[in-house]
């Protein structure tokens, strides 16, 4: 087999691509061989025995697999984060929702005009409000009622240490 490294570098050059790009006839290496001009190689290009190889696939399919799985959370653990906690999920965004829960809850209430007492929280959905006042709202309303009751308790003992005096 003959050395047809001119031949190559000149077809990269006619072709303009790179030398990895050339396809040189592995059957036709003497007539190859003898082309020494641009010319002789544009005449072998056409003729077919010089050819420009395709360009390779980058395929996106892995890609595509992986944004997958982190939709569903996966990749997505503390070794994996860079920047601060702002940069991954604004506390913009973050106070956009809550208000917009409270907001929501806030005229579920007036829809069904149910409490003359609305939770503090749900007020302050109009104003302001803090985290911790949000994610406790079930607790909140267990300890209402158990105060409520002591409320209505120490009332009867009040009134019945009343009537004994009289």
């Not at 303009?16 to 082309?35: F, Q, S, Y």
């Not at 302050?124 to 985290?131: A, D, F, L, P, T």
């Amino acid at each position: 087999m003959s050395m047809l490294r001119l031949q190559k570098s000149l077809a990269s050059s006619v072709l303009r691509c790179g030398k990895k790009k050339v396809w040189l006839d592995p059957n036709e290496t003497n007539e190859i061989a003898n082309a020494n001009s641009r010319q002789q190689i544009r005449k072998l290009i056409k003729d077919g025995l010089i050819i420009r190889k395709p360009v390779t696939v980058h395929s996106r399919a892995r890609c595509r697999k992986n944004t997958l799985a982190r939709r569903k959370g996966r990749h997505m653990g503390i070794g994996k984060r860079k920047g601060t906690a702002n940069a991954l999920m604004p506390e913009k965004v973050t106070w956009m929702r809550r208000m917009r829960i409270l907001r929501r809850l806030l005229r579920k209430y007036r829809e069904f005009k149910r409490p003359p007492y609305v939770p503090q929280p749900v007020l302050e959905g109009e104003g302001k409000c803090q985290n911790s006042q949000v994610q406790d709202r079930g607790s909140r309303k267990e300890s209402e009622e158990l105060l409520k009751a002591k409320k209505e308790e120490t009332i009867k003992t009040l009134s019945e240490e009343e009537e004994t005096k009289k």
